[in-house]
């Protein structure tokens, strides 16, 4: 398993070298305010566009799932399915293709021991698992998951070189009262308090901003609030690390992103790819994201 992930991670880095700015390429972003259609550094970052299939699937769906999304154009992307713990092995053990990556939604931070119900990442990674969702809405609220613990899980995730995808939103009531960056600040923050030197490699890392008014309710932000908030994060992420470090560092959008809304999003600049919950039930639509994200930002390498 240490093989695939040396793999994928040097794919990650070739990839990533050969569309890399040169350091003198990297230009502090504007303020967030007139972030919007600007064109700093745009879509250098690898897209990905992964799977969130909460508690959904069968073996039998899953493995149909697996051989019909191999079947389809990946080039120049990153494809992520995020699976409940049972259905892992069923993918990997259907997977052909290296650059097809298995994601855990959960994982605790400790590395054996009495946790009963719990799943420890070495158990993720002994089925061919490389990711893992740490910190999504509905863990923060209907489990109960604190700032503190997201915060050791990000640590630890990155210390044992797994692609964490680490998810920020703020509630409508945040929204209506104009706190949405605050929030969004604070949950980055104490996230990545954690982070010890040396950082990790920022290919490695990943962020999904998701506003929880938009998960699953068919309202999806639009591109301009989608870009605006995610430039904001970055720009954190730069105050906390620095703006070579931030324009690595890839961040999702995530809620009600689907195949009618995909490109729309994908081609604004801070944008790099997808969380993506009840479209990536159906196979079909989840590989029609997948082509039209990379559509769009290969126009963005090429422009
Ligand atoms: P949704 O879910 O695409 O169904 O809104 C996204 C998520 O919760 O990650």
Redesign the pocket.
């Known amino acids: 398993m240490s093989d695939l992930r040396t793999i994928i991670e040097q794919l990650v880095r070739q990839t990533l070298q050969e569309m890399a700015p040169s350091s003198s390429d990297i230009k502090p972003m504007k303020a967030v305010s007139q972030t919007i259609n600007s064109s700093h550094n745009y879509g250098k970052r690898l897209p990905l566009v992964a799977a969130?299939w909460?508690m959904n699937q069968l073996s039998g769906s899953a493995k149909a799932f697996m051989r019909e999304i191999q079947l389809k154009d990946r080039k120049n992307i990153q494809t992520l399915i995020c699976a409940p713990h049972i259905l892992l092995p069923v993918l990997a053990g259907e997977k052909k293709e290296t650059d097809i990556l298995l994601g855990a939604q959960n994982f605790y931070p400790e590395p054996s021991g009495a946790f009963t119900g719990e799943h420890s990442l070495d158990m993720l990674i002994d089925v061919g698992v490389q990711s893992v969702i740490i910190g999504?809405s509905?863990r923060r609220n209907l489990f109960g998951e604190t700032d503190e613990l997201l915060a050791k899980k990000l640590a630890y995730a990155v210390d044992k070189k797994f692609l964490p995808i680490f998810c920020i939103g703020e509630n409508l009531k945040e929204r209506n009262d104009g706190s949405t960056f605050r929030v969004l600040q604070n949950q980055i923050l104490t996230g990545f308090a954690g982070l010890k030197n040396p950082l990790p490699d920022p290919a490695m890392i990943v962020v999904a901003y998701?506003p929880i008014w938009?998960?699953?309710?068919g309202l999806t932000a639009t591109a301009e609030q989608a870009q605006d908030a995610i430039a904001f994060v970055r720009e954190k992420l730069a105050d906390r690390f620095s703006w070579a470090y931030a324009n690595s560092i890839r961040i999702l959008y995530?809620?009600?992103?689907n195949d009618k809304n995909a490109a729309t999003l994908a081609a604004k600049p801070d944008i790099d790819g997808f969380?993506?919950?009840?479209?990536s039930l159906n196979a079909t639509t989840f590989a029609s994201m997948i082509e039209q994200v990379a559509a769009v930002k290969r126009k963005v390498f090429a422009s």
């Open positions: 969130n909460k999504h509905e998701e938009a998960i699953g309710t995530g809620g009600s992103a969380l993506v919950g009840n479209a």
